[in-house]
Every structure is written in C-alpha cells, then in structure tokens.
C-alpha cells in the first residue's frame, strides 16, 4: 500500500444505496465508486435489497426478517475475506438492525472495521441508548464522522472521531446560469424528504412574504416522504398552492439539473449535520438559506457561505431569502465563496486521510494479532 493509491485494497462497503435516492444511500454508492477508480476490491453489502419475494414488503416486522436474516450471512462470509470494512450508520433503529452485527461480526472474524457515522439525530440518541450503544462502537478500529459537530458529539462521550467529510462530484455539481423564460420569478429549491424534522412547513410559511415582493417567484420541492399530503393542503391553506411545485424524488443527476435552473437553495431543518444538499448546491454556485440547527454552522459560515437564520421562524427565512434575491453583490459574494469552499469537499481532497483511516485500522489490528501470537508462543 503507497499513500497515494489504495492499490489492491479489499474493501467491504456496509449501507443503503439508491433506489430510493437519500444523502446517505448516495454516499454509500459514490464511496464504493471512487474506491474503485483509485484500484480497491470493493465488496458491497447493501442494507435495503429489494424484498424477495416482492409482497414481503408490505409487512413491516415479516420484512425486516427478510433482510437481517440473508445480511448477516453475508455479513459473515465477507467480511472475513476483506481487509477492511467501511460502515455507514445512522441513529435508531438501523443502528440496531444494521450497524451492532456488523461491528460485532467484525470483531468476531478479526477484521478491522471504520463507523462511518451520520446523522443530525445523534446526541439524543446516545443520550437514550449509549450504554447499548457505547460498547459498540468501542469494538470499532476508528470512528468517522462527516463535521465537527457530530465529532463534538462523540467527545462527549469520551470518544475519538475522525473528520472526514462528504464528498462532492463536481463533474455532476457545477456552476450554470439560471435560464428562464422572461418574466418568469426567482426559483426556490428545497431538496430534502417530506419529514417533519426538515421543516418544509416553515418554507411554505415563508412564501408568502417572499411573494408580495416577487409575485412570480416558485418554490419547487424535490423529495418524497409521509408529510405530502399535509403540506399540499398547507399551501392550499397559504394561497401558494400554485407556485409551490413537488417534483417527488429525483435522481442525482436531476437534482443537480434543478440547482442549475434555481435561484437559491432553501433548507429550513429542524434537526441536521451535514446535509449533502447544502454542499451540492455550494458546488453549483447556488446560495443557500438555511436554519442553523445542529450542525449546520459548523458547515457553513453565516454571511460568508450561506445565510442562517434560526429554526422554527419562518419570518426569518423569508427575510434571509429576500435579502438574496434583492442584494446582487451580497449574491454573487455566497456564489463566490461557495463555489471555494466546496473543493475541501473533492475527492482529491479526502481520500489521503479516508486512506491514512484505513491503514492505520489494518495497522493496529495486525500489531494486535502479532502481540497475541508472542504471548501464545511465550506460554508454550
């Protein structure tokens, strides 16, 4: 192994891929293939296969055991031929299901295995469950995170965690002017899923402020989820039902046609880390408005990067969305300083420490083995 290449690496990638499309089933699917162009083996275990047959998946308890069953099998056989395994988790119940067998099979089989860790949820999910979680993650070779915040996160708990953060294509996400019909209004874009935790409600509340100075401005709403149906009679309620457009879930390439077309990325989260959404449209020099929960001003930088306002006020998005739209040297200023900040989030720019991470995991674990071989021959 060199530092500069991951050779013939053997690597075992753990977590959802897309379909359906989500932050984390897109990070999975885009490690796995930039691993590959830099010559790892990658082995994939996904966590969401399609159900066989196709009719388990009505049944919610039925289906899980249709998955854990077939996914710990797999997870015993690979993971015994890898030299190390990437994990990505998440709080609640996937931790469980997912993350705690392959951590423990890991350990079981003697392979090193990285917790690659994510989401907003993660402080009051150790909060309730770290004495069944800590010894967990304590059987880890390293822990990673994507931000500072969930870092802090773990410090709390008197655990060490690598940054490493997302990463970002920029051969998909790059800058374009928006181009319209005349007369048509500023585009707003919101690309998370229909969950009360991303605070879409407060967005649609906003709209109707930004629209008694820009009458033609659209909000275009791109993710699926339980909230739909609630937040298309919202609109209906507000008066904005017919400039509010919900495109459902879009593949990357899509979404990332969308930021080209928009005029400024909307992100009003009740609960977040490191949204990929907030990092793709920085690399489509596309301003963002965003609340600042969780980890989010550890991302990005209020009126350098983006604008932050705080969760819960809908008055102040719609503020922070007009100062966007009506201030042209404070837009092109977010565009500018965007576009430069992402490239921390190129690959070239993180896979020297993502491999550092996994050398010195094998590292550790062969040095472990070694000292336990001197102690067998020292007794015989």
């Known amino acids: 192994m060199t530092m500069t290449a991951f050779d013939s690496l053997r690597v075992c990638v753990i977590g959802p891929v897309p379909p359906p499309t989500g932050g984390m089933a897109n990070q ?32 919610r308890g039925l289906r899980a055991l249709f998955r854990l069953l ?49 989401g907003g949820n993660a402080a009051p999910f150790f909060d309730r469950a770290w004495r069944w979680v800590g010894p967990t993650l304590r059987h880890a070779s390293a822990c990673v995170v994507p931000s500072g915040y969930l870092a802090e996160v773990f410090a709390e708990r008197r655990l060490s ?18 181009s319209r019909p005349d007369g048509e209004g500023p585009v707003l874009a919101i690309t998370r899923n229909l969950e009360p935790i991303y605070g879409i409600d407060l967005a649609l509340r906003a ?18 989820g339980p909230e739909q149906a609630a937040l298309e009679r919202l609109a209906a309620d507000l008066g904005v039902a017919d400039r509010v457009e919900f495109r459902g879930r879009l593949t990357r390439q899509q979404v990332a046609e969308l930021y080209r077309q928009a005029d400024l990325l909307l992100n009003p989260s009740r609960v977040d880390n490191s949204p990929n959404s907030i990092i793709e449209a920085l690399g489509s020099a596309l301003p963002v408005v965003s609340t600042r ?4 001003p550890k991302l990005v930088s209020d009126g350098e990067t983006a ?25 092109q200023r977010l565009k500018t300083a965007g576009l430069e900040f992402s490239r921390r989030f190129h690959w070239d720019a993180v896979k020297k420490d993502l491999l550092n991470t996994y050398q010195q995991a094998i590292g550790t674990k062969k040095q472990g083995s070694s000292r336990l071989d001197g102690n067998q021959e020292t007794k015989t």
Do not use: K
């Not at 293939?33 to 998946?57: D, F, H, K, S």
């Not at 690598?162 to 928006?178: E, G, K, M």
């Not at 929960?293 to 989010?296: C, D, H, K, L, V």
């Not at 705080?310 to 837009?331: C, F, K, T």
């Open 28 to 59: 999975t699917a885009e490690l796995c293939r930039l691993l590959e162009q830099e010559g790892a083996r990658v082995t994939l275990i996904a966590v969401n296969p399609p159900y066989r047959p196709a009719w388990i998946g009505r049944w």
């Open 70 to 118: 077939p996914y710990l099998r797999s997870l015993w056989c690979r993971l015994g031929c890898s030299d190390v395994v990437h994990l990505m988790a998440n709080s609640g119940w996937s931790w469980y299901l997912f993350a705690t067998p392959a951590v423990w099979i890991a350990y079981l089989r003697g392979t090193p295995i990285i917790v690659n860790f994510r």
């Open 161 to 178: 965690a690598h940054i490493i953060p997302n990463t970002l294509d920029p051969s998909r996400f790059f800058p374009a002017p928006p």
């Open 207 to 224: 709209l109707p402020a930004v629209q008694a100075r820009f009458p033609r401005a659209r909000l275009v709403i791109a993710g699926s």
């Open 293 to 296: 929960a969780g980890g989010i």
């Open 307 to 331: 604008l932050l306002v705080d969760p819960e006020d809908p008055d102040a998005l719609a503020s922070a969305v007009l100062r966007v739209l009506e201030d042209d040297a404070l837009r």
